[in-house]
Nanobody, 118 residues
Framework: QVQIAESGGGFVQPGGSLRLSCTAS????????MAWYRQAPEKQRELVAF???????NYTNSVKGRFTISRDNTKKTVALQMNSLKPEDTAVYYC????????????WGQGTQVTVSS
């Protein structure tokens, strides 16, 4: 069964840290680019970071230097370490898997809420 599942969201004060994890099953993980997206209330979903199978990573400008994406192809997991969190990071965070050759094949998790507030 193909499944993408996130965990690790929660509530944190500004300046704090959270680590999101995503586990994939039912796919050949190493053939997928993995990404984290987020969607704040009344805003469009935006790409936060992605990492290719050879661990090349890219970040949206607003999180550069604060967030780090990583993956473990053996465990079929991808993580997003979020440091120096700001209230504007508050959103539902989604894990995404996109096949590197057949890019129309894309999978989504159900999302995990991250709230940054004092």
């Amino acid at each position: 069964q193909v499944q993408i599942a996130e965990s690790g969201g929660g509530f944190v004060q500004p300046g704090g840290s959270l680590r999101l994890s995503c586990t994939a099953s039912g796919i050949v993980f190493s053939t997928y680019t993995m990404a984290w997206y987020r969607q704040a209330p009344e805003k469009q979903r935006e790409l936060v970071a992605f990492i290719t199978s050879d661990t090349t990573a890219n970040y949206t400008n607003s999180v550069k230097g604060r967030f780090t994406i990583s993956r473990d192809n053996t465990k079929k997991t991808v993580a997003l370490q979020m440091n120096s969190l700001k209230p504007e990071d508050t959103a539902v965070y989604y894990c995404n898997a996109r096949h590197q050759a057949y890019t129309h094949i894309t999978l989504w998790g159900q999302g995990t809420q991250v709230t940054v507030s004092s």
